[in-house]
């Protein structure tokens, strides 16, 4: 597997949805390719980042209010009917 | 904790506590896509509260034939896309087709524990906001859906009304692109 193939499949590797065949191919270019570890590892750390770090939630106060808002909506929702 | 077809149910009744699940557990989820996308506070929370508006509207109709998360998200993206588009009615032309080459990385530097060794948590999430926003919207959607929600393949081409295939290929774009990103200011500490 050349460093080009690697970067193609790159994803899938590390989905682990690429059959057996092509994930021995990658993992012994990734066993001689320092340059291709790194983007292995270094994208593998970008995801675990976001993953931990990416789940902002609605400001606690705001998240009061639009709660409010739409109890009073789908309650009223009753109401109409 | 209600099953699907409890829920819709529940809501159908207009039963207060389903509606507090109902909030609980899809708010954030529903909260967090807009405001990837969009970047501003508080038109995501329009787009919240427009995403349960019209879920409310529907009960009556809701065939459950998608999750309720699912019909949430789709809602949210559309009324989020709807948005981008008003604010940049040229941005079809970020939605070009996605067989350009994946461009090669440029930044070998091995820089996995400078996040955990020098930065605040606070300056980790200023690296990663800074990242995301130079993320192309197209790609940004199928990123936040996959990899911030944990959703399905499938389900973030049924969001994003996209293929299979092609949300493989944006998640692919995006993780690159983001590490890239996150390589040119953090690199420099390794």
């Given at each position: 597997m050349t460093c080009e193939e690697l970067l193609q499949y790159l994803s899938d590797y590390i989905d682990q949805n690429l059959d057996e065949e092509l994930t021995a191919a990658a993992q012994e270019h990734l066993a001689t390719c320092h340059n291709c570890r790194v983007v292995l590892d270094t994208t593998q750390q970008t995801i675990s980042l976001f993953r931990e770090q990416g789940k902002r939630t609605i400001p606690?106060?705001?998240?009061?209010?639009?709660?409010?808002?739409?109890?009073?909506?789908f309650l009223q929702a009753e109401a109409d009917c | 904790m209600y099953s699907e077809q409890e829920l819709v149910t529940t809501l159908r009744r207009r039963d207060p506590d389903a509606f507090t699940f109902l909030f609980e557990s899809y708010s954030d989820k529903v909260y967090r896509l807009a405001a990837g996308l969009l970047e501003d506070d508080m038109e995501a929370e329009g787009v919240v509260q427009e995403s349960f508006l019209r879920l409310f509207e529907r009960l009556d109709r809701f065939e459950g034939r998608a999750k309720i998360s699912t019909w949430l998200y789709r809602v949210a993206?559309?009324?989020?896309?709807?948005?981008?588009?008003?604010?940049?009615?040229?941005?079809?032309?970020?939605?070009?087709?996605?067989?350009?080459?994946?461009?090669?990385?440029?930044?070998?530097?091995?820089?996995?524990?400078?996040?955990?060794?020098?930065?605040?948590?606070?300056?980790?999430?200023?690296?990663?906001?800074?990242?995301?926003?130079?993320?192309p919207e197209k790609h940004k959607a199928v990123f936040i859906l996959r990899e911030i929600e944990g959703l399905s393949t499938q389900e973030t081409a049924d969001i994003t009304g996209i293929s299979i295939s092609a949300a493989k290929v944006r998640l692919h774009r995006a993780r690159l692109f983001l590490r890239e990103r996150l390589a040119e200011s953090l690199a420099q500490h390794a």
């Amino acid at each position: 597997m050349t460093c080009e193939e690697l970067l193609q499949y790159l994803s899938d590797y590390i989905d682990q949805n690429l059959d057996e065949e092509l994930t021995a191919a990658a993992q012994e270019h990734l066993a001689t390719c320092h340059n291709c570890r790194v983007v292995l590892d270094t994208t593998q750390q970008t995801i675990s980042l976001f993953r931990e770090q990416g789940k902002r939630t609605i400001p606690t106060l705001r998240r009061q209010r639009l709660f409010d808002q739409l109890q009073d909506a789908f309650l009223q929702a009753e109401a109409d009917c | 904790m209600y099953s699907e077809q409890e829920l819709v149910t529940t809501l159908r009744r207009r039963d207060p506590d389903a509606f507090t699940f109902l909030f609980e557990s899809y708010s954030d989820k529903v909260y967090r896509l807009a405001a990837g996308l969009l970047e501003d506070d508080m038109e995501a929370e329009g787009v919240v509260q427009e995403s349960f508006l019209r879920l409310f509207e529907r009960l009556d109709r809701f065939e459950g034939r998608a999750k309720i998360s699912t019909w949430l998200y789709r809602v949210a993206y559309n009324a989020a896309m709807d948005r981008l588009r008003q604010r940049r009615p040229t941005m079809m032309l970020d939605f070009a087709a996605d067989d350009d080459d994946i461009p090669a990385p440029v930044i070998l530097a091995d820089w996995r524990d400078v996040p955990e060794r020098l930065l605040t948590e606070a300056e980790i999430k200023a690296e990663l906001d800074k990242a995301i926003t130079a993320l192309p919207e197209k790609h940004k959607a199928v990123f936040i859906l996959r990899e911030i929600e944990g959703l399905s393949t499938q389900e973030t081409a049924d969001i994003t009304g996209i293929s299979i295939s092609a949300a493989k290929v944006r998640l692919h774009r995006a993780r690159l692109f983001l590490r890239e990103r996150l390589a040119e200011s953090l690199a420099q500490h390794a």
